[in-house]
């Protein structure tokens, strides 16, 4: 019996697929070993001690929040951008005091340098695996 010889249609196509395959293993491959050596940045390691309030809990009566308000401040009068701005409950005073989460505007700074180092070693990689393809192909 003679074999069927593959058309040059069919081949081109099996090449295809077979580059399209080990793109994606190479990608699986590369984003795996930067989260195992180089660790994103973890919330509840961050900020998980510090948990404001985003809102009230319990309604503090009017005369104790102007208390506070004349003590700690309003939310308008905190120094950092509107989505940083918590409250925390004040139990002595009964009402609640403005704070500014620090803690998260250090989460976001981590996570921006993180993803921007995990970019370059993706360009860097991907560089170097079209170097190698070229030469190999």
Same mark, same amino acid.
């Given at each position: 019996?003679? &074999?069927?010889?593959?058309?040059?249609?069919?081949?081109?196509? $099996?090449?295809?697929?077979?580059?399209? +395959?080990?793109?994606?293993?190479?990608?699986?491959?590369?984003?795996?070993?930067? $989260?195992?050596?180089?660790?994103?940045?973890?919330?509840?390691?961050?900020?998980?001690?510090?948990?404001? =309030?985003?809102?009230?809990? &319990?309604?503090?009566?009017?005369?104790?929040?102007?208390?506070?308000?004349?003590?700690?401040?309003?939310?308008?009068?905190? &120094?950092?951008?509107?989505?940083?701005? +918590?409250?925390?409950?004040?139990?002595?005073?009964?009402?609640?005091?403005?704070?500014?989460?620090?803690?998260?505007?250090?989460?976001?700074?981590? $996570?921006?340098? =993180?993803?921007?180092? /995990?970019?370059?070693?993706?360009?860097?990689?991907?560089?170097?695996?079209?170097?190698?393809? /070229?030469?190999?192909?």
């Amino acid at each position: 019996m003679k &074999k069927k010889q593959d058309s040059k249609k069919g081949l081109r196509f $099996r090449k295809f697929v077979l580059g399209f +395959a080990i793109g994606i293993v190479f990608t699986l491959f590369i984003f795996y070993g930067i $989260r195992t050596f180089y660790p994103e940045p973890d919330w509840n390691r961050t900020c998980g001690a510090f948990q404001p =309030y985003p809102a009230p809990l &319990k309604e503090p009566s009017a005369v104790n929040q102007s208390k506070c308000d004349a003590l700690y401040g309003t939310f308008d009068s905190l &120094k950092c951008e509107p989505q940083y701005r +918590a409250s925390s409950y004040n139990n002595s005073l009964n009402c609640y005091v403005p704070v500014c989460n620090t803690c998260q505007m250090q989460f976001d700074k981590d $996570r921006e340098r =993180y993803d921007s180092n /995990v970019f370059i070693i993706s360009i860097v990689a991907g560089g170097l695996a079209l170097i190698v393809g /070229v030469i190999i192909g």
